[in-house]
């Protein structure tokens, strides 16, 4: 490209298309560098090198892989450059820049109609439409968020639903509901049994109560009698009966 029509219309824009090109390999270069000693560290932290002592041998590992992906790497980037050269900063045969005349001519034109007020004003109207656009939009991301949580929630409430329905119409559930009540309907029977035969053996025990204290009443008095007895002892008799 050197002393070509391409450079002096270049130069002319105070462009180097060759300088670009070579910052780009020396970031490439940079770049590769940086990963490999990186990689170095982080392997020798792993390896624990200092302590197994194969430090050189790590070293000389990671040196190979780096040369054989570098010169792959250059093989391919001296093929772009000249890729680069050749088609993208080529200007075609005849090309020729205007006049400083019309370059002026034509920004004056490109200023006039950066600053049309027409334009402004449009340019103004559409933020402002897109503006309210995006609220709007936002407004209805959230409506539509609230209608998903409230459909999830109503998805979930139908859910418990229908499973408390299929747990209620499943027949082992009615049979055990069924046993349920025919057990207690039994254990009341037999508790009502049991609370008769308790008040009646209570009765016996109180009527043997009564008969023995009379009988030994009378074991103690049997001249008494009762036409016999005193006033004061049938109260102390009565009083005695109460209390069984």
Not at 27 to 47: C, G, M
Not at 143 to 149: D, N, S, T, V, Y
Not at 200 to 229: D, W
């Amino acid at each position: 490209m050197e002393g070509s029509e391409s450079e002096a219309i270049f130069d002319t824009l105070n462009l180097n298309p060759q300088l670009f090109i070579n910052e780009t390999l020396n970031t490439v270069d940079d770049l590769l560098n940086d990963a490999f000693d990186f990689y170095l560290q982080e392997a020798s932290k792993l390896l624990k090198v200092e302590v197994t002592g194969c430090s050189q041998e790590l070293t000389k590992g990671v040196n190979y892989i780096r040369n054989m992906i570098q010169s792959s790497l250059d093989k391919r980037l001296a093929m772009w450059e000249k890729y680069c050269l050749r088609h993208c900063f080529t200007v075609p045969e005849g090309f020729s820049l205007p006049e400083n005349d019309e370059l002026l001519a034509s920004s004056s034109t490109i200023q006039d109609a950066l600053s049309d007020p027409d334009v402004d004003a449009e340019l103004d109207s559409l933020r402002n439409k897109l503006t309210l656009a995006g609220a709007e939009t936002d407004k209805i991301n959230s409506e539509l968020k609230e209608l998903e949580r409230q459909s999830a929630s109503s998805g979930h409430c139908a859910g418990l639903i229908n499973e408390a329905l299929q747990l209620y119409e499943d027949t082992s559930v009615q049979d055990m509901f069924q046993e349920m009540m025919q057990t207690a309907t039994e254990l009341r029977v037999k508790m009502k049994k049991l609370k008769t035969r308790q008040a009646g053996k209570m009765e016996h025990e109180r009527a043997e109560r009564i008969h023995n204290s009379l009988t030994n009443y009378f074991t103690v008095n049997p001249k008494k009698g009762l036409s016999n007895a005193k006033l004061d002892d049938l109260h102390e008799f009565l009083a005695e009966l109460k209390k069984m």
